[in-house]
């Protein structure tokens, strides 16, 4: 049956308007958008324009928050304890309930509730060790744990000027003459008096005593035992670990014990605690793909950060693939020319290494992978070239199902003499570049 005329033109508006709609609500989904889509004015307004101080939502500071029943209660804060000091969300978490340490830890633990404030430039450090190459390393990863919590601390711009003078002594740990043959910072800095806060000195004291290992092993000991206690206007913490990467480890504890309490702009930190913690896994990974997507070294560094933070100790670094090989060797320049992505999107020698030592004083052990037998495609197809022969075999084939498991196509010639030739002086390459290690000893 036909439709009306004026049926039709009904329709047709219907139709005009849903679209009209739909099209309305696909242009207005801002606030589902992801930041990657995010414009660059928005950007701007958001990380540029919004003060330091006020990134903090200002309808946060209208709740206080107290601990019942091991659980943090919020509250209206103007309404009910205006004449109270408001407590933030953050400072009651970390004083309510169980410990906030992660991974748990395997041995006894306990932790007060009280809390106090204080600034980097109270912080300190001792070391005691009969070896040498141990301080070294431990004082980098002192500069490391200052640095961490410069970057929670958000002080007035006033304040932070003068902070930054005193950089060059809380960060580091000064060698002074000492009968006992210990090691400490010679700074001895106060509250100031613009920003009161509870405690003038925060000296941590470690006892590395049994291993001279400044590289991770198999068998590496990683146990500590950390101990806070609060005396006056004074925070002690003692650190007994047999090796480095134990201590290491107790830094990222106590790291975990510092926050920032945003109504009283300052750090705070658990005033009394014991822990004794040893991990279940020697082996605690994480492995990152450089090759079918290129990270750059600076977003390597992030992730070994973030690995310190958690007590993860091995990075499995997977250079090299059949997508690309970005890895520049000094014995065959050759692959990354052929097989990067592009001449900016390249690990260097003194980049490998850089990130080695940058997760060596994170208590991190890079493990390099140059894939083979197959995975090996781009990067290998120079070989006829140079009078090597064939070095990898179907790279790039299609249709793909018929020569490989999955595209794109290389598999290394077994045939050729030269293929392992090549690859020998990439492992020792690899193997200098990395640091001594038991990759090879058997596992336990």
């Not at 978490?93 to 830890?105: F, V």
């Not at 006892?207 to 035992?225: A, C, G, M, Q, V």
């Not at 450089?290 to 973030?306: D, N, P, W």
């Not at 990067?379 to 793909?400: A, F, M, T, V, Y």
Request: hydrophobic share 35%; charged share 25%; net charge neutral.
């Amino acid at each position: 049956m036909a439709l009306t005329a004026s049926l039709r033109r009904t329709l047709i508006a219907l139709f005009a308007i849903m679209t009209f709609v739909v099209m309305v609500f696909y242009w207005n989904q801002d606030v589902l958008k992801p930041a990657s889509y995010l414009s660059n004015f928005d950007r701007f307004v958001r990380t540029k324009l919004v003060p330091e101080r006020e990134k903090i939502f200002v309808s946060e500071k209208t709740w206080t928050y107290k601990c019942v029943n091991d659980r943090c209660i919020r509250e209206h804060y103007l309404t009910q304890h205006y004449h109270e000091k408001r407590i933030p969300f953050l400072t009651c978490s970390m004083t309510c309930g169980g410990p906030k340490i992660w991974p748990e830890p395997t041995g006894k633990v306990s932790m007060g509730s009280k809390s106090l404030t204080f600034f980097t430039e109270n912080v300190k450090a001792r070391i005691e060790t009969p070896f040498e190459k141990v301080e070294n390393l431990f004082r980098d990863a002192f500069v490391v744990f200052m640095d961490e919590l410069r970057s929670i601390e958000n002080i007035d711009k006033e304040d932070k000027t003068h902070e930054g003078e005193n950089h060059a002594a809380d960060g580091n740990v000064v060698a002074t003459s000492n009968p006992s043959g210990a090691r400490h910072t010679d700074e001895t800095s106060r509250c100031k008096p613009n920003h009161p806060c509870d405690i003038d000195h925060l000296e941590i004291v470690v006892n590395i005593y049994k291993f001279p290992d400044i590289y991770l092993r198999h068998d590496t000991d990683e146990s500590y035992n950390i101990t806070l206690k609060s005396d006056s206007r004074r925070i002690s913490a003692k650190i007994v670990a047999r090796s480095f990467f134990g201590a290491r480890n107790a830094l990222a504890t106590l790291h975990q014990m510092v926050w920032y309490d945003d109504e009283e702009k300052l750090l705070r930190i658990i005033g009394r605690a014991f822990v004794e913690d040893a991990p279940k896994f020697g082996y605690r990974g994480l492995m990152l793909d450089t090759s079918r997507h290129y990270f750059s070294i600076e977003a390597i560094k992030r992730t070994l950060s973030g690995m310190a933070l958690s007590k993860l100790n091995r990075f499995h670094w997977h250079m090299t693939d059949s997508q690309s090989f970005p890895f520049v060797s000094r014995h065959y320049p050759q692959l990354a020319a052929h097989g990067a992505y592009s001449n900016h999107e390249v690990y260097t020698t003194d980049d490998v290494m850089d990130v080695v030592e940058f997760a060596r004083v994170r208590g991190i052990q890079i493990i390099p992978e140059i894939d083979a037998p197959a995975h090996a495609g781009n990067g290998w197809d120079w070989g006829p070239k140079h009078g090597l022969g064939e070095l990898s075999l179907c790279i790039n084939q299609q249709p793909w199902s018929f020569y490989c498991g999955e595209p794109p196509c290389g598999q290394l010639n077994p045939k050729n003499n030269n293929t392992y030739l090549i690859l020998q002086k990439l492992y020792a390459e690899l193997l200098e570049l990395t640091g001594p290690t038991d990759f090879f000893s058997p596992w336990r």
